[in-house]
């Protein structure tokens, strides 16, 4: 048994994973701004302030905070939220646990495949290639250099470059169930997705097989916008329509963020199957199916 911090511990992914941890039996410690639990603790980055007691004997850090990519337009502020929701954060664990000197068995962190940047080629991306010219990148590449600094400490950093996580309540999904299902632009942009169980699975294989570097989190078949759309259309038993939400309307109305709607590409999970993750659902009808 194991005691892990979880950040971003109240939201989609940090709730599910919660609960699997404790499930087996580990203990779980949420860091929270307003905590209302026993197993929450205070955290505040604006004050520089981590409730102590919440990191003595911890072994392992599951960092999960961040602000919605997608939540509000791209301004000059909101990128800026983006980013220091992220690298703030890690940096404070980071400068806390080194004061405590505690020894760490490993720092996990999110990242997003918006690591290679918002485009739609057919390469598929693994974990070897380059970081994206533009602002996705960027927020990736900074919040990942943020979690390598516990490797300085000689911490085993893993770092899990995430797709759509799909859920049966809130998440992605519950936006893209519209009455009349369609892709968005031109449908052929891929959409690398994950189950929440998957991902959640991924994160505790990171912690008991003692998983570290940096994998791809995303299921193994690949689908673009039109495909994603059709097949969510026929699980949920609505109409599908071929024509996709034009690029121009959808720029109209989220601004520069529309990017992340219009373009993808394909992303490997070859690497994290290599490693002995068994996907429970490995394609988009499997998924769709169970939730």
């Excluded at 989609?12 to 410690?29: M, N, T």
């Excluded at 994998?215 to 916008?225: G, L």
């Amino acid at each position: 048994m194991a005691k892990i911090i979880i950040t971003g511990g109240t939201g989609l992914v940090g709730k599910r994973l919660s609960k699997l941890l404790i499930d087996k039996k580990h203990e779980v410690v949420i860091l929270s701004r307003t905590p209302k639990h026993k197993n929450e603790f205070k955290w505040d980055v604006s004050s520089n302030y981590i409730d102590e007691k919440s990191l003595l004997n911890t072994d392992y850090i599951i960092h999960l905070a961040g602000a919605g990519i997608a939540d509000k337009r791209w301004t000059k502020e909101r990128k800026q939220v983006i980013i220091d929701s992220r690298v703030k954060t890690a940096n404070l664990l980071f400068d806390k646990t080194a004061a405590l000197n505690i020894p760490l068995k490993g720092f996990i962190s999110a990242s997003g495949v918006g690591y290679y940047g918002a485009i739609t080629s057919n390469l598929i991306f693994t974990e070897t290639d380059k970081v994206g010219a533009d602002f996705l990148g960027d927020v990736c590449q900074k919040w990942e250099n943020a979690a390598h600094q516990f490797s300085t400490k000689k911490i085993p950093v893993t770092i899990l470059r995430t797709g759509i996580v799909l859920a049966d309540k809130g998440g992605a999904l519950e936006k893209m169930k519209t009455p009349i299902v369609s892709p968005l632009g031109s449908g052929k942009q891929f959409l690398p997705w994950i189950h929440l169980d998957d991902l959640c699975g991924i994160y505790i294989k990171a912690i008991e097989d003692n998983l570290s570097g940096i994998f791809n989190a995303v299921a193994p078949e690949h689908h673009t916008s039109k495909t994603f759309s059709k097949a969510l259309a026929k699980s949920i038993k609505r109409p599908f329509l071929p024509i996709g939400v034009p690029g121009f309307l959808l720029k109209l109305i989220f601004g520069e963020m529309a990017i992340i709607l219009l373009e993808g590409s394909k992303i490997s999970a070859k690497k994290i199957e290599k490693n002995g993750y068994s996907f429970r659902f490995k394609t988009l009808k499997k998924a769709l199916y169970n939730l």
